[in-house]
């Protein structure tokens, strides 16, 4: 199963190997939209599920 980290941040890869996970790190290159409708809680959501489904149409395989 092929894992993509969607993330450049430095804390969440040293969680995943001290977790043992073998993963490959892409980071997704989509713009992030300015949204004022949204709280910030909702807003975060609404990234993280931009890009993630940004690397995954890229790329396939399990995005964390």
């Known amino acids: 199963m ?12 040293e969680l995943l190997l001290k977790a043992g996970v073998n993963f ?12 004022a409708n949204l709280s910030p809680e909702k807003y975060a959501e609404f ?3 931009l890009k993630a489904e940004n690397v995954f149409i890229a790329n396939g395989g399990v995005v964390i």
């Open 47 to 49: 990234l993280s599920k």
């Open 2 to 13: 092929n894992i993509i980290l969607a993330s450049n941040s430095p804390r969440r890869k």
């Open 24 to 35: 490959t790190v892409i980071p997704s290159n989509c713009d992030e939209p300015e949204n």
